[in-house]
């Protein structure tokens, strides 16, 4: 069984500074990538940032420069670092992560449970 358990999001006002963390446990043979998407309320889930397990990084246009991406492939860990908040970044922010549990799976799709980012003064 494959856990993802996000963590950091809260209330911030525009321009403020926030960091997401996800951890990765369970069952893990490999990690191909992990990602954030979020999902804005009457919106569809939307990719926010994406690494690679080589380094490889990519992000939404719409955060580009105010959002980094990394990951601590020891600990299975992936963060967010989001800078410049703005109003229009509230959502609830998903991690994700496409990864094998053993030798020889297929490579599954898993989700953390969100966590909510609003950005209001």
């Known amino acids: 069984q494959v856990q993802l358990v996000e963590s950091g999001g809260g209330l911030v006002q525009p321009g403020g500074s926030l960091r997401l963390s996800c951890a990765a446990s369970g069952s893990i043979f490999s990690i191909n990538a992990m990602g954030w998407y979020r999902q804005a309320p009457g919106k569809q889930r939307e990719l926010v940032a994406s690494i690679i397990s080589g ?15 990394s990951r601590d492939n020891a600990k299975n ?25 053993y030798s020889g799976d297929y490579v599954g799709n898993y989700w953390g449970q969100g966590t909510q980012v609003t950005v209001s003064s």
């Not at 380094?55 to 991406?69: E, L, M, P």
């Open 77 to 101: 860990t992936v963060y967010l670092q989001m800078n410049s908040l703005r109003p229009e970044d509230t959502a609830v922010y998903y991690c994700n992560a496409r990864l094998q549990r």
């Open 55 to 69: 380094g490889s990084t990519n992000y939404a246009d719409s955060v580009k420069g105010r959002f980094t991406i």
